[in-house]
């Protein structure tokens, strides 16, 4: 068993540092291929064979009243058949409970933290006020651990004057003033997002209003939350990560540098490897999450249904799109969630249906497979209508900013800069309309909290394919600027900003701005 550790910030970085727009890129190979770029980690036990294991799906939580309970913790689970492989987990499952909620109902989620180290929850996608957003250094210490400014710089957090720090439990208080949507909630310690995720903790939370309930959308077991995460496992079945803290997760059998962000060689559907589903021959909706710490999909049907297009999406990020977009293939960046309708009426019964990774290679180019089972009554179906969408006028912003994505000598930066949480890089005030620039050198998923926002162009032309509807992460190509405009509205503080490559944010790419 091998171990090592890495800098956070004492990596190697692009030559160069901050370079402009127009030449991000340039002499830089790498930077501009779309291929997956990362640290390539390969499993060391036999891997099942794919489409073996039925697909699960998280339970839903049960809440008193209005008010739920998550218990942080280890646990052994076996997600590879008859292999123990120890996680951590919302209520020690991966992934954690589903919260439902409706729109507009206060939803209060206590979390305990049994585990060995202090955790943050943010809810990704959440219209959130400051202190329950989860911030990257507002730590929850295990019960026992002494929740103090020194303790967290002991472990690795920046100096931070503004922190909340709770010992054994904090509850999390989420208004909910926004639209139906797929949310999921996820650890958010600063340095160490990516080791948490990794282990397992990440659960979905959807929210509901009557204007999506009373569309004809597939619903009940046909209205399907889909997990998408990649790993490797250890010959032991120990999940196989390169750790910043070798402490809290060891790394068998791995050499060279995770700065890039990690790849696994297995694909994950709910927590199960390329699991299987037995479908109705009728529509159903699938909420698909790229839970993956650095892994883009590609994801498309094989064989498409007659007439091609079988992927039609009615929702992104923020909720339901206008109008439904047909798509053969559509691509997730770490933390995008897009709102699915597949109709299997389309093909034959018995027959199966592969969903590819049309991004992966080898192990990682199959994500699970449909088998249509029998005939079913279907009273859906998908409206040319969805909602409507107040679009955005960007002769109304107030101020446009741009911040650049980079790698440089300081790690990867947002405008040259490292994280630090004492720093504020943006002033919005509240109820202000914002033009926000972002250029990348490479594939970086940049989300913001707090807001939705629309995608006003790429390169300054047209959006992409797969940016339509309110959105709160944006996949970013090498060599590539995307404009984007979103309201500040509701809640003044500190939120932040970063790149949801979780090895890149854990690097320093991330940044703060205070609503005023």
Same mark, same amino acid.
């Given at each position: 068993?091998?171990?090592?550790?890495? &800098?956070?910030?004492?990596?190697?970085?692009?030559?160069?540092?901050?370079v402009?727009?127009?030449?991000?890129g340039?002499?830089?190979?790498?930077?501009?291929r779309?291929?997956?770029?990362?640290? %390539?980690?390969?499993?060391?036990l036999p +891997?099942?064979q794919?489409?073996t294991?039925?697909?699960?799906v998280?339970?839903?939580?049960?809440? =008193?009243?209005?008010?739920?309970?998550?218990?942080q %913790?280890?646990?052994?689970?076996?997600? +590879?058949?008859g292999?123990? =492989?120890?996680?951590?987990?919302?209520?020690?499952?991966?992934?954690?409970?589903? !919260?439902?909620?409706?729109s507009?109902q206060?939803t209060?989620?206590?979390?305990?933290?049994?585990l060995?180290?202090p955790t943050?929850? @943010?809810?990704?996608g959440?219209?959130?006020?400051?202190?329950s957003?989860?911030?990257?250094t507002?730590?929850?210490?295990p019960?026992?651990?002494a929740?103090?400014?020194a303790m967290?710089? &002991?472990?690795?957090?920046?100096p931070?004057?503004?922190?909340v720090?709770?010992?054994?439990t904090?509850?999390y208080d989420y208004?909910?003033?926004q639209?139906?949507?797929t949310l999921w909630?996820h650890?958010?310690?600063m340095?160490?997002t990516?080791?948490?995720?990794y282990?397992g903790?990440a659960?979905?939370?959807l929210?509901?209003?009557?204007?999506?309930?009373?569309?004809?959308?597939?619903r009940?077991?046909r209205?399907?939350p !889909?997990m998408l995460?990649d790993?490797?496992f250890a010959?032991?079945?120990s999940l196989?990560?390169?750790?910043?803290d070798p402490?809290?997760?060891?790394t068998?059998?791995?050499?060279?540098?995770?700065?890039q962000g990690?790849?696994?060689?297995?694909i994950?559907?709910n927590?199960?490897?390329?699991p299987?589903?037995?479908?109705?021959?009728?529509r159903y909706?699938? /909420?698909?999450?790229n839970?993956s710490n650095?892994?883009?999909?590609?994801?498309?049907?094989?064989?498409?249904?007659?007439g091609?297009?079988g992927l039609i999406q009615?929702g992104s990020?923020?909720?339901l799109?206008?109008a439904?977009?047909?798509?053969d %293939?559509?691509?997730?960046?770490?933390?995008e969630r897009?709102?699915?309708?597949?109709?299997?009426?389309?093909?034959?019964?018995?027959?199966?249906?592969?969903?590819?990774?049309?991004?992966g290679?080898?192990t990682t180019?199959?994500?699970m497979r449909?088998?249509?089972?029998r005939?079913?009554?279907?009273?859906?179906?998908?409206?040319a209508?969805?909602?409507?969408i107040?679009?955005?006028n960007?002769?109304q912003a107030?101020?446009t /900013?741009?911040?650049?994505?980079?790698s440089?000598?300081?790690?990867?930066? !947002?405008?040259?800069?490292?994280?630090?949480?004492r720093l !504020?890089?943006?002033?919005?005030t509240?109820?202000?309309?914002?033009i926000?620039?972002f250029?990348?050198?490479f594939h970086? &998923?940049?989300?913001?909290h707090l807001?939705?926002f629309?995608?006003l162009?790429?390169?300054?032309?047209a959006?992409?394919?797969?940016?339509?509807?309110?959105?709160?992460?944006?996949?970013t190509?090498?060599? %590539?600027?995307?404009?984007?405009i979103?309201r500040?509205?509701d809640?003044r503080?500190?939120f932040?900003?970063h790149?949801h490559?979780?090895? @890149?944010?854990?690097?320093?790419?991330m940044?703060?701005?205070?609503?005023g």
């Amino acid at each position: 068993m091998s171990r090592f550790t890495f &800098s956070r910030r004492g990596f190697l970085g692009v030559a160069g540092g901050v370079v402009a727009a127009a030449g991000v890129g340039a002499g830089i190979p790498w930077l501009a291929r779309p291929a997956e770029i990362g640290t %390539q980690l390969t499993s060391r036990l036999p +891997l099942p064979q794919p489409f073996t294991v039925p697909l699960p799906v998280p339970p839903v939580a049960t809440p =008193t009243g209005d008010h739920y309970e998550i218990t942080q %913790q280890v646990a052994t689970k076996e997600i +590879l058949p008859g292999v123990p =492989t120890e996680i951590w987990g919302f209520n020690g499952i991966y992934p954690g409970p589903t !919260i439902v909620s409706q729109s507009g109902q206060r939803t209060i989620v206590r979390h305990r933290n049994h585990l060995p180290a202090p955790t943050v929850v @943010h809810l990704h996608g959440g219209h959130t006020p400051p202190l329950s957003d989860g911030y990257p250094t507002d730590l929850v210490f295990p019960a026992g651990m002494a929740a103090t400014p020194a303790m967290a710089q &002991s472990m690795g957090m920046a100096p931070d004057p503004r922190a909340v720090l709770a010992e054994g439990t904090r509850d999390y208080d989420y208004p909910l003033r926004q639209r139906a949507t797929t949310l999921w909630y996820h650890d958010h310690r600063m340095g160490f997002t990516g080791a948490s995720v990794y282990r397992g903790l990440a659960g979905f939370h959807l929210i509901h209003d009557q204007e999506e309930l009373a569309l004809p959308l597939p619903r009940g077991d046909r209205d399907v939350p !889909i997990m998408l995460a990649d790993r490797a496992f250890a010959a032991d079945g120990s999940l196989v990560y390169p750790a910043v803290d070798p402490t809290l997760l060891h790394t068998p059998g791995v050499t060279g540098s995770a700065v890039q962000g990690v790849l696994g060689d297995v694909i994950l559907a709910n927590g199960a490897p390329w699991p299987a589903m037995e479908v109705d021959a009728a529509r159903y909706r699938f /909420r698909f999450l790229n839970a993956s710490n650095a892994r883009r999909y590609g994801l498309a049907l094989d064989p498409p249904p007659p007439g091609g297009a079988g992927l039609i999406q009615i929702g992104s990020d923020g909720g339901l799109l206008r109008a439904p977009i047909p798509h053969d %293939q559509i691509q997730l960046s770490p933390a995008e969630r897009f709102d699915v309708v597949i109709d299997f009426s389309r093909y034959r019964v018995g027959q199966q249906v592969v969903l590819r990774n049309l991004l992966g290679t080898g192990t990682t180019a199959n994500v699970m497979r449909f088998h249509i089972v029998r005939p079913a009554t279907d009273d859906t179906h998908i409206p040319a209508r969805l909602t409507e969408i107040d679009t955005l006028n960007p002769s109304q912003a107030t101020t446009t /900013r741009d911040f650049s994505f980079l790698s440089s000598a300081n790690g990867w930066t !947002i405008n040259g800069q490292a994280f630090d949480p004492r720093l !504020i890089n943006a002033n919005p005030t509240l109820g202000d309309t914002e033009i926000w620039r972002f250029v990348s050198d490479f594939h970086h &998923s940049i989300h913001l909290h707090l807001v939705q926002f629309q995608v006003l162009s790429r390169d300054g032309r047209a959006p992409g394919p797969y940016d339509a509807g309110w959105k709160d992460t944006v996949d970013t190509l090498p060599a %590539q600027a995307i404009t984007v405009i979103a309201r500040f509205t509701d809640y003044r503080g500190r939120f932040i900003y970063h790149c949801h490559n979780l090895e @890149h944010e854990d690097m320093g790419m991330m940044a703060n701005f205070e609503v005023g």
